[in-house]
């Protein structure tokens, strides 16, 4: 009970904080915080930051739950565009794109929010994709996890530097999609199209 009560007074005390701290960022920007276009704007801004950093908070082993399920197989299990949003940790601004991730048994049905989980905080994408990576490993223990993301870069496109690179694709395996070229190349194949992964 008194954890239900605290919980929400310091993330209220929190969203103060960010709310005074947007609402100097926007004079210093050379706007009026209280013209009737952005009286609510760092109210809003600090719930979205909240919720697109949720991810810190929640608990993987609580969101897996009792999802874990055997499967008499050990064919590839490819789950593929997967949503993905995060926001990059450099810039705070978003990237976005599609998860794809292949499995060989044990199963999991609860793979796009742990991805979620991992997305919603301030990351680079190549360690998102190696936590997603790792965290499979951990409550799945398969044969095998690859876990590749695509996503494009508004840091990037925004600001309009590295454009040909906005759009970027990484990739990270474990098990026998490491081990075994065949069952990567396997792999490969049932994805298509994605090219250029690299590790
Ligand atoms: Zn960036």
Known sequence: MAKKVKKPQKSNEKLAKIEKNIRSTLQILG?????EGLL???KRYAKAMEFLTSGYTNDIDQIVGDALFQENSSEIVIVRDIELFSLCEHHLLPFY???HVAYIPNGLSKIPRIIDAYSRRLQVQERLT???AEELVRILNPLGVAVILEASHLCMMMRGVEKQNSYTVTSSMRGVFREDPMTRSELMDLLGGLGNTRR
């Open 31 to 35: 706007e009026n915080p209280k013209r």
């Open 40 to 42: 609510d704007t760092p």
């Open 97 to 99: 794109g599609k998860a």
């Open 130 to 132: 190696t936590q997603i």
